[in-house]
């Protein structure tokens, strides 16, 4: 209840209703795409992106809208988290705009940038939300006096074992799915280069890493500063403050 007297179970429930949703677009999107475009008959395509440029372009563009939205619209725990989840939802709606260089045919300057744009706005997208499904791992708030080294731990979820809003099985597959997407975007470039054909795997891999790590997380009620116990009362409690 808000000190007005209101019900703010509404909000809570629209608040958990969009990491859903974002969960869900991230895991679904590869399984629509593929499927789609097989029931169509055009086969499976050598990448993501590259379904921009079969009859499932609208969904392929219109799920990444939808993300990029979402994503803004999140308010996450503390500035960290809301600069993260905005740097993903601009780059979503960048990946959605710009499509990838085109595999076949004559390929325009004009293409071969908008495809480098397309690369990097993917790779700041999968790079933020891999820092972000580490940092849902966070366990403990952060105290004020640690040295540099530690609070960069923190900030990426590596907190010290004790008291938290997440099983040790959520832990798991926060941190699961950070290290997942992060090594994902780390050999993404290398596999281009290299003309392999496990773009889309990693790519679907990736997505549904994420989508997994979003949708635990709609189920989960977050903790936000200035709610619940005060430092002080915690501590009177024998409790720590909690992050979400």
Request: charge should be positive; aromatic fraction near 10%.
């Amino acid at each position: 209840m808000r000190p007005d007297g209101s019900d703010v179970r509404p909000l809570v429930i629209s608040y958990l209703t969009l990491r859903k949703c974002v969960g869900g677009i991230g895991a679904l999107l590869p399984f629509v795409l593929l499927v789609g475009n097989e029931l169509i008959g055009h086969g499976t395509e050598p990448s993501m992106s590259a379904y921009y440029y079969t009859p499932m372009r609208n969904v392929w563009v219109g799920a990444l809208c939808a993300l990029g939205l979402f994503l803004i619209a999140y308010d996450g725990w503390d500035l960290p988290d809301k600069i993260i989840t905005n740097l993903a939802g601009v780059s979503a709606l960048g990946v959605a705009l710009c499509p990838t260089t085109p595999l076949v045919g004559q390929v325009t300057l004009l293409e071969m940038t908008v495809g480098t744009f397309h690369l990097a706005f993917a790779a700041v997208t999968f790079l933020m939300l891999g820092l972000m499904s580490l940092r849902f791992a966070t366990r403990t708030a952060m105290p004020p006096d640690l040295p540099l080294r530690k609070r960069i731990g923190y900030a990426l979820g590596f907190t010290p074992p004790g008291d938290s809003t997440a099983s040790d099985v959520e832990v798991a597959v926060y941190r699961a799915s950070g290290f997942v997407i992060l090594v994902g975007v780390a050999i993404f470039y290398p596999m281009t280069k290299a003309g392999w054909d496990w773009l889309l795997v990693l790519e679907a891999v990736m997505l549904v890493s994420f989508g997994v790590a979003w949708f635990l997380k709609g189920t989960t009620l977050p903790r936000q500063p200035g709610h619940g116990p005060a430092p002080a009362q915690a501590q009177a409690a024998g409790r720590r403050p909690m992050a979400p």
